[in-house]
């Protein structure tokens, strides 16, 4: 929610803010000569309004800090707009009386009177492109964050309006109540506090908020652990004592302090370079093998009928659903032939894994070793969907027969390539292969990524474990 998230967005909003006057610089040195009272000669403009737009660009920051202009976006728009006046006009007034100081009588206060227009013109365009974007991005179904809450007090209710006001592209899924307590006029019950296991199996949610007095948490305690084993973040109030092995940061909703438990990776500048080098990756990926995607269609239609492609709805980050998209290795009638193979499946647990599967064409094989019926997956990474590494995308049926503790893996987006992909694939039993994707995701890092990115060159030549 705010905490860790907001701090990322403070980064990179102060990153905005710095090229916001680095962009009215040279704008108002342009219009300089344009501007009634302007007299900078324009071959020594540079050198004459340096330091002055350099020291402004450092006391804004200053004057920022001082005035909570950062702090202030998560009020209204016009509060953070006052803010943003206040704070600029300390820094044109500094940047006056130095000048004055300094007896500069080259400088023209048009241009600075220019420069602090532009700026503030920069600085109210990007506030309001930035709520543009998270209010589209809000209303984007997969882009959308969904989370429950614990309680339904007053407390639990004001958490509700705190969020509601402040978090946009976080909406509330429903309720999770105590026995015996009564909920809110209208309020969508997704089930009880002793039956969380089910409501996280049933209902996609990112975050789970419990929002009970003190001396009704330490109930709480199993149903926190239990979102600690299904890899969903939990929030508390600050003032209760943690439970579990989970990371916990420090954040806050609308100055309520809050703690927030999770297991999943959740460094966001670290998640946003990730997300950053799946979009990079896989646009080369694509634009670098499209020939060899395009034989590849080509040997597909003329060995079987067919589509070219396969399609299947698959599970991702916390339970969304999502369509894989592969190159076709089966006949047709794969599917409906599944049942009939069941009996020699060769891998344990509900997954169905099968050496010389009958179902597959004699191109599907070839494809199959190569692991070129994955290649087009970097469409679903373009999409959001997957992730160039990451655990491999279950089917749904395979997911209903998990074990409470293998739910975990989809706190996590899928990838096309993982540890298990490197580890031998189809030679690791079931139980293993989960418990390389947990250690995967309790030990991420941009590093390990790039190491398994690595490492699964070569599994892929020497098609070791593919079937």
Known sequence: MVGDRARGGDVLLRLADFGAFCAAAPLALASA?????????????????????????????????????????????????????????????????????????????????????????????????????????????????YYAVVGTGRRAQQLVE?????EWGLHLAGWVVEDGRSVPPGA????????????????????????????RMPRMEEAILTCEELGVPVRLPLDVVSQGRTRMTIGEVAGVPMLRFSRAPS?????????????????????????????????????????????QRRVGLNGRTFQILKFRSMYVDAEARLEELRTRNEMSGPVFKMANDPRVTRVGRVIRKTSLDEFPQFWNVLAGDMSVVGPR???????????????????????????????????????????????????????????????????????????
């Open 33 to 145: 000569r344009l501007v009634p009272g302007a007299s900078a000669d324009p071959a020594n403009a540079f050198a004459l309004y340096s330091p002055p737009f350099t020291f402004s660009v450092l006391l804004w920051f200053a004057s920022a800090w001082l005035l909570g202009v950062y702090e202030a976006r998560a009020r209204s728009p016009w509060f953070e707009l006052a803010r943003i006046a206040q704070a600029l006009g300390v820094v044109a007034v500094a940047a006056a009386a130095i000048l004055f100081l300094a007896k500069e009588q080259g400088a023209s206060r048009a241009t600075l009177v220019t420069f602090f227009a532009i700026s503030w013109g920069f600085l109210v365009l990007i506030r309001f492109a930035i709520r543009a974007v998270l209010r589209a991005m809000g209303r984007t179904g997969r882009r959308a964050r």
């Open 162 to 166: 705190a969020i509601r006001s402040h």
């Open 188 to 215: 969508r019950v997704l089930g009880s506090v002793g039956g969380m296991a089910r409501v996280l199996e049933e209902h996609v949610l990112d975050e789970v908020v419990f929002a009970v007095p003190r001396e």
């Open 267 to 311: 460094d966001h500048l670290a998640l946003a370079v990730k997300r950053a080098f799946d979009v990079v990756a896989s646009a080369l990926a694509l634009l670098v093998l499209a020939p060899l995607l395009a034989a590849t269609a080509i040997a597909i239609k003329l060995d079987s009928e067919g589509p070219v492609f396969f399609r």
């Open 393 to 467: 995308p279950p089917l749904p049926a395979e997911v209903r027969q998990y074990k409470q503790w293998q739910r975990r893996r989809l706190s996590v987006k899928p990838g096309i390539t993982c540890i298990w992909q490197v580890s031998g694939r189809s030679q690791i039993d079931f139980d293993r292969w989960m418990e390389l994707d947990l250690e995967y995701i309790d030990d991420w890092s941009l590093w390990r990524d790039l190491h398994i990115c690595l490492r699964t060159i070569p599994a892929v030549l020497t098609a070791r474990g593919a079937r």
